[in-house]
């Protein structure tokens, strides 16, 4: 848990590390939750001496990125594998702003012939 601006939220990385593991992709469904936001996400078996009230965060854009967020010259970027782009991040107006569409295709490995679209 951290304590911002004097609420608790909760922070599970171990819960946000995709299984089986995927180089270069992370959630963060379990990043900056409140109590009710942690067990939306189908998180249990945790114990606490704190209660997170604040939702100030469980609805942030954050939580849909499977990509790391890259904190950059005063701006926040991070990849967006379902709309297949590159975007800047407003934390203040929790949007998204489209840089980049990746339109290319990548061969997948172990099977000729089928392409992966996107990021």
Not at 8 to 26: C, E, I, S
Not at 87 to 101: A, M, S, V
Request: net charge negative; proline share 5%.
């Amino acid at each position: 848990m951290v304590k911002i601006d004097g609420q608790w939220y909760h922070v599970d990385v171990t819960w946000d590390d995709p299984v089986p593991d995927k180089p270069g992709r992370v959630s963060h469904e379990n990043f900056l939750r409140s109590d009710d936001g942690i067990r939306s996400t189908g998180h249990y078996g945790w114990t606490s001496d704190y209660t997170c009230t604040s939702t100030k965060y469980d609805k942030y854009l954050w939580k849909d990125a499977t990509s790391p967020l890259v904190y950059l010259k005063g701006k926040w970027y991070y990849m967006d594998e379902i709309y297949k782009g590159l975007f800047e991040y407003d934390i203040k107006t929790n949007t998204g702003n489209e840089l980049f569409w990746i339109k290319e295709s990548w061969p997948v490995v172990d099977k000729p012939g089928y392409t992966y679209m996107g990021c």
